[in-house]
DNA sequence: TTAAAATAGTTGTCTAGCTAACTATTTTAA
DNA sequence: TTAAAATAGTTAGCTAGACAACTATTTTAA
């Protein structure tokens, strides 16, 4: 039955804490999906990356990123300029509005993380970790 | 860091899962996708079952499953009638082609399963499980 | 020095997931 | 009996993931 099938249940919880999110998202009047949270994420953390190193943090390909990363400027969260020493590259970096987004949203992500973990053991918490990790080397890394 | 995040971890999982099934499915020349065939299963397991249904087993909404359902049947592998007896609902019943693809398909997919689930103890197939659902019961079940 | 290869990013095409709004039947309850 | 509610399915519109093919730069190696 495949209802009894790890990768089934993966994705199904996959799906689950991604729509879980989004409604918690869409509740506080917050405009951007949960994968765009994880591109600003990464644009923080790395100011004035490329879209290459942000899809290698994500591991999402390089249309993906491309078109995540106009959804953002468009909403005028992040600034993409081209490199001036490689004019191949750009530079992303967040806006204003960028920032004080995500001042306000690291609370609610966090939230949203310890909702769904809540009731884990430390021992279950560690173990989901290397389980994943052992099924995705099973799949070639 | 992103990367060390649980949620992100069972994402990436369930895409590289999905990636690697469908990569093993182009090669043996069939042309489905890895959702389609589980379309596939539950039709062939539930002879003149609706949408409705599937959904409920696949976890999908009703667009999803509709359309999904519309790509199966231009591929001539499910036949689509409505109901006698109540003519909202859908008969999905496999073509021909379609039981003859799933026969072939059932050892692929299960090779599919064991690459992912090698080198899992016993012990780790089953907290998995255990551990993802408590995941999806923090979120709402 | 220059032609080939590598790199960064974009565009097109397809499928799937999600929400909302819709049609058309069937069920229900006044 | 009939109007309202529920049910089954479709359509539209959006985002994201995956693949292929493309442009434009930069690196490399002959």
Redesign the pocket.
């Known amino acids: 039955m495949i209802n009894n099938n790890i990768y089934f249940q993966i ?1 199904l919880t996959a ?2 804490i ?2 879980y999110g ?2 918690v998202l ?1 509740s506080h009047g917050i405009d ?5 949270w ?2 600003l994420n990464v644009i923080n953390e790395n100011e004035y990356t ?6 290698e943090k ?15 400027e ?1 909403k005028e969260l992040i600034v ?1 300029t ?2 001036a ?8 970096s967040l806006s204003k509005k960028g920032k004080d987004l995500i001042t306000n949203l690291y609370p609610i992500i966090e939230n949203i993380r310890l909702t769904g973990l809540s009731k884990l053991s430390k021992n279950e918490n560690e173990s989901i970790e290397t389980i994943l990790k052992k099924i995705r080397e099973n799949l070639g890394d």
């Open positions: 994705e799906r689950k991604r729509r989004q409604n869409n951007i999906t949960i994968e765009q994880l591109v490329n879209q290459i190193y942000v899809g994500l591991v999402k390909d390089k249309p993906t990123i491309s078109r995540m990363v106009n959804h953002l468009k993409k081209t490199s020493i490689d004019s191949r590259k750009v530079e992303l």
